[in-house]
């Protein structure tokens, strides 16, 4: 099978390398998975420099997200069978013609969902799935003030924010990235973030500051969340996109009184499984269901998987880019 294999953790996706690999047999317990559809995430392009938590031994093959239909099965599965469409995570890595992962880690494809937009969705909206209703437990009417809205797991908590009852500001520094977003997802209001956004959000607030403060992009936008938070606010730690690990005086949470909550969607599944499985069955029902619609940027073959990665790394994206090996 031709795989992406990253053979050295090097800066630029040095150390990628497209190759001609043994296709993979599944173990007891897991299935191989004809991949149809591949998303790329942020972390995919950390592990390909081991600037990501999680690092795998060298060489490994990146892609956390995949759907696809399942071509084997390993000893004692017997919960699928061979043709079933499925959606899930990869023990090897998505961006390959094929994969092998966990039977129990896989769930059967929304019959709503394209293979592109059901590999789209799973990370990005239990992320926000866990941010909104187990961190913050946002009420209907709350304020929640989104950045980095048109990237995966920004647009995804815009959806869902707007799902539960909240009123939405998106926040991004593109105006053309913004539009989109408005047409397409209706927010109750947009912030362009360039050039400061504490006023912007306090205005559109009625001076009170944002309920819920989602923030995967850290640095200056966290650094100035502090300061148009409401009382009582919950400032949510998805990630540092924009490179810089911020840090906060006590003080301002002492005043403010406001918290700053982490979020890590997958560990609080792992430390709570019995909320991690609720967690799960909720946001897939939601995508049965046609109530969230997680948006693809643009589908590129594996050949183009560099073009793929400069998307996210560029900021081209509004919603996912997606790999179809």
Not at 83 to 89: L, T, Y
Not at 94 to 102: I, L, R
Not at 140 to 160: F, R, S, T, Y
Request: glycine share 12%.
């Amino acid at each position: 099978m031709r795989a992406l294999v990253v053979e050295r953790l090097e800066p630029d996706y040095a150390g990628c390398e497209l190759k001609d690999i043994p296709t993979p047999d599944p173990r007891p317990g897991e299935v191989l998975v004809r991949v149809r559809a591949a998303a790329v995430n942020f972390p995919d392009l950390l592990q390909t420099r081991g600037e990501y938590q999680h690092k795998p031994p060298l060489p490994f093959i990146p892609g956390l997200e995949i759907s696809g239909v399942v071509v084997k099965l390993g000893e004692g599965v017997d919960q699928w069978k061979v043709g079933d469409e499925v959606v899930g995570g990869a023990r090897i890595g998505g961006f390959s013609e094929y994969a092998v992962t966990p039977a129990a880690g896989l769930r059967p494809k929304p019959e709503r969902l394209s293979f592109a937009a059901a590999a789209s969705y799973g990370a990005a909206y239990l992320t926000a799935w866990v941010a909104l209703t187990r961190r913050a437990q946002v009420q209907p009417g709350e304020w929640v003030l989104v950045h980095g809205a048109a990237g995966g797991v920004g647009l995804a908590c815009v959806d869902l924010a707007k799902v539960l009852g909240a009123r939405v500001i998106a926040a991004s520094a593109s105006d053309a990235k913004l539009k989109v977003i408005a047409d397409e997802y209706a927010p109750d209001a947009v912030v362009n973030v360039t050039g400061g956004f504490r006023e912007k959000v306090k205005e559109i607030t009625g001076r009170r500051g944002a309920d819920v403060i989602y923030d995967p992009v850290g640095g200056d936008v966290f650094d100035e969340s502090t300061r148009c938070i409401a009382f009582d606010g919950r400032l949510l730690v998805i990630g540092f996109t924009s490179g810089r690990i911020p840090t906060v005086s006590v003080n301002m949470p002492l005043i403010k009184g406001f918290s700053v909550m982490g979020v890590r969607a997958g560990e609080y599944g792992r430390q709570f499984p019995e909320k991690g499985r609720e967690n799960a069955a909720a946001v897939w029902s939601l995508a049965s269901e046609g109530k969230i619609r997680p948006r693809v940027f643009k589908e590129y073959p594996l050949d183009d998987w560099r073009g793929a990665f400069d998307s996210l790394a560029d900021r081209q994206v509004v919603g996912k880019s997606v790999i179809v090996p």
